[in-house]
């Protein structure tokens, strides 16, 4: 059982849908450390100044969802109407990478 979402299934929809981003949320250290290959890395911290486009769907992740709820959240109410939270990598049975 996932508490925030199965990334596994979240990352599979995300693969399927063309012109998706993959955002990791969490801080640049965390992101560094190891993420989902494809994934850009935009802070929760700093999610209300983002520069990511509102007409693609925009996938989000952290460590266990929380986060990702938190930043779904602040992008609906900033106009973002295709967001979704996906979970945490901790539940990710790929191979995080890191680049």
Do not use: W
């Not at 266990?64 to 539940?91: C, D, F, H, P, T």
């Amino acid at each position: 059982m996932f508490l925030f979402g199965d990334i596994n299934k979240g990352i599979k929809e995300y693969r399927s849908t063309p012109e998706a981003i993959l955002v990791d949320v969490r801080e640049a250290a965390e992101f560094d450390s190891g993420h989902i290959e494809g994934a850009v890395n935009v802070p929760l911290s700093i999610i209300r100044s983002a520069e990511l486009p509102k007409d693609k769907p925009i996938f989000l992740y952290c460590l266990r969802g929380s986060r990702s709820r938190q930043a779904a959240g602040i992008l609906k109410k900033m106009g973002y109407a295709n967001v979704k939270s996906i979970g945490g990598i901790k539940g990710y049975k790929g191979l995080p990478v890191r680049d």
